[in-house]
């Protein structure tokens, strides 16, 4: 009894260290990939490259007061920081790094991940509402409306998936994969002909999701000033900021074991966690790179794309596999 | 397409953009009255940034009030000093050197392009990319080092003097400027495959913030706004001064009335600069850059003048009413941006907030030259 105890706080700690040191250097990261793209340094001032850049970043934010302005709902205020970062380290627990490593194997990965996720909506409603910015109001709307209609054509996907491999287990979800590349959910298969385009679909779902660039709009900085946080600051601010990025792990994570054979090596040799870092990393890569190449998309233009396209095709790739699973 | 819109006045709200806000560039203010993401009546706010330039223009002396011009456009400070000096030029008769001219107009289409290219990226930043920023900020880097060399400043300059120039360029700044031309058209050709292309910059700009001939003829909006609108007028080829109507360029201009054919207008307004700074650094004559014989003082006879050139935000105006004193008697500007902003409030009614403010965006607002 006291060893599972032990081994559930060994597993809390590692999750919450992970998360948050992923949150902190991946700021670097983005930094440092910015500067690369647009041909100027980046932070290099602090440490060797820059690496000091985070730590000294957060006892800035962790020493600076926090003000409540006048009016807000105290609690809201209060809660959402914490609502933004809390469930995407929870999320960590039921990620498989590789066949050992993972905190917790649960049956229902797949929905936990998706319930937790959604948690970050509500964080970002109550950070605008509870603020009492107009700013803030219209850009929290923005982002709820835009996590409803983007989780649809995930989830619609997810299914598909959880429909070929029988199981919403997240390792053996990866175990169905093993053996090189050519067994990966994104190679089209049999069964499933339109694999490629659920993953891109869940890429840009992902984006979409994780408030990321073209689809910031809930804190589009040139229209609604810094979006739902545009009243935080300190700490709370530095809770949202790593909440994000928390969610991009967590997102690269899902897209490395749902397509792309989690720590699974793409010849079917030495599968191990550094395969699995080194595919969440180029994803992350990814969508920095996408950050800093494309402009904003429109509110209209955003819920278009997700109810006139992706769930229409996602529906009907799900539609399509259900047959073919029938047929084969 | 923000497609039909039903406005429900019943629950309105109002949204302060500004005088503080990203969108704005400075110290603007637009009261919005906003039905959700939708605008329903704006009202621009001006006057955080009024310094009296005009009233300076009455009580200094003419030399005096020159550096004045450069500060109410900071971003193409040259062409507004040269609309001063050409106008006190008229206005006293001053002959000037046919090198100072080509020299002048050499370094205005510099300040354009420089300009364009803030713009440019300020804009793309508007619209949520923010890379291209920094790409046309080492572009336009080029032509300031260019500019300090032989203007002595950055950003503000001072550099034309009644008759001629304070300061003859060299052979370090025409080879410059001819290596600058092939560079910046490369670039050029970067930014159409980088952000013109881009699917998501155009599905943001095309159709919208309709701004149409006659909104332009009503408000007076010059420059790139009204030919984005179609309508071929450039005070270079329609009013001409200088040496412009030596060089061989065109004036692009664009029927579709949306943002991206305001924008397309001065992507291709860089190249014909481009081609005018071409010319001119071929045709550059020999000679000196002041008069020989120029009045110590300068008193224009008594009378009413007016000059007006075409800058980067379209046709600035002075007119000088003199009554032969060392001082205007009257000293007005005529700024396209205050024409070009005022018909924001009508343009954006009924748009979304995020479309309204990237029409905004394609105004190229510079506030201080609003206020003046």
């Given at each position: 009894m006291s060893l599972t105890i032990l081994n559930a706080v060994v597993a809390v700690v590692i999750a919450i260290a992970f998360a948050a040191l992923n949150a902190a250097y991946l700021v670097w990261a983005e930094r440092r990939g910015a500067g690369r793209i647009q041909r100027r340094p980046g932070p290099n001032v602090n440490g060797p490259l820059g690496l000091l850049q985070p730590p000294a970043d957060g006892i800035k934010l962790m020493t600076k007061q926090l003000m409540i302005p006048g009016g807000a709902d105290k609690a809201l205020f209060m809660v959402a920081p914490v609502l933004a970062m809390a469930p995407a380290i929870t999320s960590f627990v039921t990620v498989p790094f590789s066949d050992t490593i993972v905190a917790h194997s649960m049956n229902i990965g797949v929905l936990m991940i998706f319930a937790f996720a959604s948690l970050g909506a509500l964080a970002i409603l109550f950070a605008g509402w509870g603020s009492r910015n107009k700013y803030g109001v219209m850009a929290s709307v923005r982002a709820v409306s835009q996590n409803i209609s983007y989780e649809i054509p995930m989830l619609i996907t997810v299914i598909t998936i959880v429909m070929m491999t029988?199981?919403?287990?997240l390792k053996e979800i990866v175990a169905a994969q093993s053996g090189g590349i050519w067994n990966w959910h994104i190679v089209p298969s049999l069964s499933s002909p339109l694999m490629p385009i659920s993953f891109l679909i869940f890429f840009i779902c992902s984006l979409a999701e994780t408030n990321r660039a073209p689809f910031d709009l809930g804190e589009a900085e040139s229209e609604l000033v810094a979006g739902f946080h545009t009243e935080y600051g300190s700490m709370g601010f530095g809770l949202f900021f790593m909440g994000e990025y928390a969610n991009i792990v967590i997102g690269a994570s899902l897209i490395t074991i749902l397509?792309?054979?989690?720590?699974?090596?793409p010849l079917g040799l030495f599968p191990g966690v550094w395969w699995f870092l080194l595919k969440i990393y180029l994803l992350i890569f990814s969508f920095i790179w996408i950050r800093w190449t494309f402009p904003r998309t429109t509110i209209y233009g955003l819920l278009n794309l997700s109810w006139k396209i992706l769930i229409p095709i996602s529906l009907f790739n799900l539609l399509l596999t259900a047959g073919l699973l029938k047929v084969f | 397409m923000s497609g039909p819109i039903q406005i429900r006045s019943d629950e309105t709200f109002t949204l302060n953009v500004g005088p503080q806000h990203p969108a704005t560039h400075g110290v603007l203010r637009v009261k919005m009255q906003m039905d959700g993401e939708y605008i329903v009546k704006a009202e621009t706010v001006l006057g955080y940034i009024h310094r009296m330039h005009e009233l300076m223009g009455e009580n200094r002396t003419y030399p005096q009030v020159l550096p004045n011009?450069?500060?109410?456009d900071y971003l193409g400070a040259l062409g507004y000093t040269h609309g001063h000096v050409l106008a006190v030029e008229r206005a006293a008769g001053i002959e000037v050197p046919e090198r100072a001219e080509y020299i002048r107009a050499i370094t205005v289409e510099l300040n354009r392009v420089a300009s364009h290219l803030f713009w440019f990226g300020a804009f793309v930043m508007d619209l949520g990319g923010f890379t291209p920023l920094m790409y046309a900020i080492q572009d336009r880097e080029h032509i300031l080092d260019m500019l300090e060399a032989v203007t002595g400043s950055r950003l503000t300059y001072c550099y034309y003097r009644f008759g001629g120039l304070y300061n003859d360029v060299d052979d370090d700044f025409i080879a410059a400027a001819r290596a600058f031309l092939p560079r910046m058209r490369k670039s050029l050709k970067k930014y159409d495959a980088l952000v013109t292309g881009n699917i998501i910059f155009r599905k943001r700009l095309e159709d919208i913030g309709p701004i149409s001939a006659e909104m332009c003829r009503k408000y007076g909006a010059t420059g790139p706004v009204a030919r984005g609108a179609g309508i071929d007028f450039d005070v270079r080829k329609n009013e001409p001064y200088s040496v412009y109507p030596e060089f061989d360029f065109d004036v692009p201009v664009y029927h579709e009335c949306d943002s991206l054919a305001r924008y397309k207008v001065r992507m291709d307004e860089m190249e014909q600069s481009l081609r005018i700074i071409e010319q001119g650094l071929d045709k550059l004559p020999d000679g000196p850059i002041m008069p020989k014989k120029k009045p110590k003082l300068i008193k224009p006879p008594k009378g009413d003048y007016y000059q007006a050139v075409e800058t980067a935000r379209g046709s600035f105006g002075i007119r000088i009413v003199s009554d032969g004193t060392k001082n205007a008697y009257r000293f007005k500007l005529r700024s396209p941006t205050y024409s070009n902003m005022s018909l924001f409030d009508e343009a954006c009614e009924g748009m979304m907030i995020m479309d309204a403010l990237a029409m905004m965006g394609s105004l190229d607002l510079v506030i201080p030259e609003i206020d003046r």
């Open positions: 029988g199981t919403m287990n397509f792309l054979g989690g720590w699974d090596c | 011009l450069s500060r109410l």
